[in-house]
């Protein structure tokens, strides 16, 4: 195999590969330490390389598959993380320059898990700062300037989990752990043209990453397929008593067949695909919708109530806990040192929100949840377009009007277009699929939306999906090579 | 408020390379380097947020809202 076909070679790929002898997880953890810095630091996608502990970690996955030790699917399988998780001995630093210092002394649950399950950490990966919890105008909101994606390097690669995207994206590491508070896996996905999975809040533990916001958290996935996420998300769910919210369940993937796919109720708004998207993006967005309606699934136009202001009230709810989280360090000389002005004066200004304002979103919230206990009594997955359109460029304001959507234009017909802060409101679970590209040559992503702890249900439907269309298998000619249709 | 580009913080992008390859990190950053590279005027970023936080207030009010609309204080999805 070409260094290229290594380089996007899926988890069972690779798996083979070291299973057979083909190849060491040393050989293998090189490689991507390699790409990482040659390739990484020209995205801006990398906070740090870890090549010390990836090699250590490496020469102990081999030994033990040498010696007929049980060795998972991740056995040997190298990874980047994102940095706002702790990784013992390594830098941690939020993607911020006041942190540039900060390491610990412990691993966060999730890189402990990887690591029993014999996966490599190769590089901690860059995000935007304080994951933008402050609403951030820049692409360069980081420590590490703005994450170039591989599709075009005068784009960005999406954030808050930019490093993650872009990595995955440029074949720099089979897999990266991202997080989500509001959006921060399913838009880098998108803008990367890679899959990514927003977990349930509570079945992924969040000890030892960044708070932003206790009520809103979630560390997932991003891959190159919904069943190299499932195979993530197997070793890194499960109970922590040291994480408050837990939910104490674990994960096995358990594909559904199509049978079973086919008997779905399948949510989604007409205007979302036609009017609210950029007019780029409608060609793969119909043609992604043709392909879902092809599975012979039950296909409901359905829209989430038009009086809830999700946005708003992620706005809110982050404000509060993160003033609270950060409201010494917003009072400090050191907080100047942030990169985006925007996102410090919305830090600022969070920290006048009164106890009565969050409680009044916390119930206000719980609106949001029944709402979607009402759709999904009506259906049992919502698909929209991920992001109505691509990736920003990375010189322009991210408020910049983009699109009808951003430029105020309101459809008259229902839609999901707040499907994003609504979900994560509620704790949904999500997976975003690459489903083609606008006529410039940039990727675009679908999402599907389930009940809670419904990952199951979603990945089948994403396998199912991926079984259908190569798109997620596509390169980006950054690297030297046509995007590619095989496999 | 000057253009972006004429302000993009490629040095971010060579220290994170410097950060990598030592996987320690770099050098002290020079005072104020890091911040507000973009030279936006604060008190106008300070008022446009006071005004978009007054704005997500204003809607979230504006629900309805009865005794029986009780938070999740304890979030559970």
Same mark, same amino acid.
């Given at each position: 195999?070409?260094?290229?076909?290594?380089?996007?070679?899926?988890?069972?790929?690779?798996?083979?590969?070291? @299973?057979?002898?083909?190849?060491?997880?040393?050989?293998?953890?090189?490689?991507?330490?390699?790409?990482?810095?040659?390739? *990484?630091?020209?995205?801006?996608?990398?906070?740090?390389?870890?090549?010390?502990?990836?090699?250590?970690?490496?020469?102990?996955?081999?030994?033990?598959?040498?010696?007929?030790?049980? /060795?998972? +699917?991740?056995?040997?399988?190298?990874?980047?993380?994102?940095?706002?998780?702790?990784?013992? *001995?390594?830098?941690?630093?939020?993607?911020?320059?006041?942190?540039?210092?900060?390491?610990?002394?412990? @691993?966060?649950?999730?890189?402990?898990?990887?690591?029993?399950?014999?996966?490599?950490?190769?590089?901690?990966?860059?995000?935007?700062?304080?994951?933008?919890? !402050?609403?951030?105008?820049?692409?360069?909101?980081?420590?590490?300037?703005?994450?170039?994606?591989?599709? @075009?390097?005068?784009?960005?690669?999406?954030?808050?989990?930019?490093?993650?995207?872009?990595?995955?994206?440029?074949?720099?590491?089979?897999?990266?752990?991202?997080?989500?508070?509001?959006?921060?896996?399913?838009? +880098?996905?998108?803008?990367?043209?890679?899959?990514?999975?927003?977990?349930?809040? !509570?079945?992924?533990?969040?000890?030892?990453?960044?708070?932003?916001?206790?009520?809103?958290?979630?560390?997932?996935?991003?891959?190159?397929?919904?069943?190299? /996420?499932?195979?993530?998300?197997?070793?890194?769910?499960?109970?922590?008593?040291?994480?408050?919210?837990?939910?104490?369940?674990?994960?096995?993937?358990?594909?559904?067949?199509?049978?079973?796919?086919?008997?779905?109720?399948?949510?989604?708004?007409?205007?979302?695909?036609?009017?609210?998207?950029?007019?780029?993006?409608?060609?793969?967005?119909?043609?992604?919708?043709?392909?879902?309606?092809? #599975?012979?699934?039950?296909?409901?136009?359905?829209?989430?109530?038009?009086? #809830?202001?999700?946005?708003?009230?992620?706005?809110?709810?982050? !404000?509060?806990?993160?003033?609270?989280?950060?409201?010494?360090?917003?009072?400090?000389?050191?907080?100047?040192?942030?990169?985006? !002005?925007?996102?410090?004066?919305?830090?600022?200004?969070?920290?006048?929100?009164?106890?009565?304002?969050?409680?009044?979103?916390?119930?206000?919230?719980?609106?949001?949840?029944?709402?979607?206990?009402?759709?999904?009594?009506?259906?049992?997955?919502?698909?929209?377009?991920?992001?109505?359109?691509?990736?920003? +460029?990375?010189?322009?304001?991210? @408020?910049?009007?983009?699109?009808?959507?951003?430029?105020?234009?309101?459809?008259?017909? +229902?839609?999901?277009?707040?499907?994003?802060?609504?979900?994560?409101?509620?704790?949904?679970?999500?997976?975003?699929?690459? /489903?083609?590209?606008?006529?410039?040559?940039?990727?675009?992503?679908?999402?599907?939306?389930?009940?809670?702890?419904?990952?199951? #249900?979603?990945?089948?439907?994403?396998?199912?999906?991926?079984?259908?269309?190569?798109?997620?298998?596509?390169?980006?000619?950054?690297?030297?090579?046509?995007?590619?249709?095989?496999? | 408020?000057?253009?972006?580009?004429?302000?993009?913080?490629?040095?971010?992008?060579?220290?994170?390379?410097?950060?990598?390859?030592?996987?320690?990190?770099?050098?002290?950053?020079?005072?104020?380097?890091?911040?507000?590279?973009?030279?936006?005027?604060?008190?106008?970023?300070?008022?446009?947020?006071?005004?978009?936080?007054?704005?997500?207030?204003?809607?979230?009010?504006?629900?309805?809202?009865?005794?029986?609309?009780?938070?999740?204080?304890?979030?559970?999805?």
């Amino acid at each position: 195999m070409q260094d290229e076909g290594l380089a996007f070679a899926g988890i069972a790929e690779l798996r083979r590969r070291l @299973d057979c002898g083909d190849l060491s997880a040393v050989e293998l953890a090189e490689f991507c330490l390699r790409r990482l810095e040659q390739v *990484g630091s020209r995205l801006n996608a990398v906070a740090a390389l870890l090549a010390e502990r990836a090699l250590d970690e490496a020469r102990r996955a081999d030994q033990a598959r040498r010696a007929g030790a049980p /060795c998972g +699917p991740l056995h040997g399988i190298p990874y980047g993380a994102k940095d706002l998780l702790a990784a013992r *001995g390594a830098p941690t630093t939020w993607g911020a320059p006041p942190f540039r210092q900060q390491v610990f002394d412990f @691993d966060a649950t999730v890189i402990a898990r990887l690591a029993q399950a014999g996966a490599l950490l190769v590089a901690k990966l860059a995000m935007i700062e304080l994951a933008g919890g !402050g609403g951030y105008r820049w692409a360069a909101a980081s420590l590490q300037g703005p994450a170039r994606n591989p599709w @075009d390097p005068t784009r960005w690669a999406g954030g808050s989990s930019s490093g993650s995207g872009a990595a995955v994206a440029a074949g720099l590491v089979p897999f990266a752990l991202g997080s989500e508070t509001s959006g921060s896996i399913i838009a +880098p996905a998108a803008f990367c043209g890679v899959t990514g999975l927003r977990p349930t809040y !509570g079945l992924v533990s969040r000890v030892g990453a960044m708070p932003l916001s206790w009520t809103l958290d979630k560390v997932g996935p991003m891959a190159r397929s919904a069943e190299d /996420c499932a195979l993530v998300l197997e070793a890194i769910a499960g109970p922590d008593e040291d994480d408050p919210s837990s939910a104490g369940r674990s994960f096995q993937f358990q594909p559904l067949p199509p049978e079973h796919l086919r008997k779905l109720r399948i949510g989604y708004a007409p205007a979302d695909f036609e009017e609210l998207a950029a007019e780029e993006a409608c060609p793969a967005f119909a043609a992604a919708l043709e392909t879902v309606r092809a #599975l012979g699934a039950d296909m409901v136009e359905i829209a989430l109530p038009d009086d #809830l202001p999700s946005g708003a009230l992620v706005q809110v709810i982050i !404000g509060a806990e993160a003033a609270s989280v950060f409201g010494p360090f917003i009072e400090s000389d050191a907080f100047e040192l942030l990169v985006d !002005g925007r996102q410090k004066a919305g830090l600022r200004a969070a920290l006048s929100i009164s106890a009565r304002d969050y409680l009044t979103a916390m119930r206000v919230r719980r609106k949001v949840q029944e709402a979607f206990h009402a759709i999904f009594r009506e259906v049992d997955v919502l698909l929209s377009p991920a992001r109505p359109g691509p990736a920003t +460029p990375i010189d322009e304001p991210l @408020d910049a009007p983009r699109s009808a959507v951003h430029q105020g234009e309101q459809s008259k017909r +229902p839609s999901n277009a707040s499907l994003i802060p609504a979900g994560n409101l509620a704790g949904l679970p999500a997976v975003c699929l690459p /489903c083609g590209f606008t006529t410039t040559g940039l990727p675009l992503g679908i999402q599907l939306v389930g009940r809670p702890f419904e990952e199951n #249900l979603l990945l089948s439907l994403g396998a199912w999906y991926q079984r259908e269309t190569d798109w997620h298998l596509r390169r980006p000619p950054l690297l030297g090579e046509a995007s590619s249709s095989e496999g | 408020m000057r253009e972006p580009e004429q302000h993009l913080p490629e040095q971010h992008g060579n220290e994170a390379a410097a950060l990598a390859r030592g996987g320690v990190p770099p050098r002290e950053q020079q005072a104020g380097a890091g911040a507000d590279v973009f030279e936006e005027d604060p008190m106008a970023l300070a008022q446009a947020a006071q005004e978009r936080l007054a704005g997500s207030l204003a809607a979230i009010r504006a629900v309805p809202l009865t005794i029986r609309d009780e938070p999740s204080l304890v979030f559970r999805p």
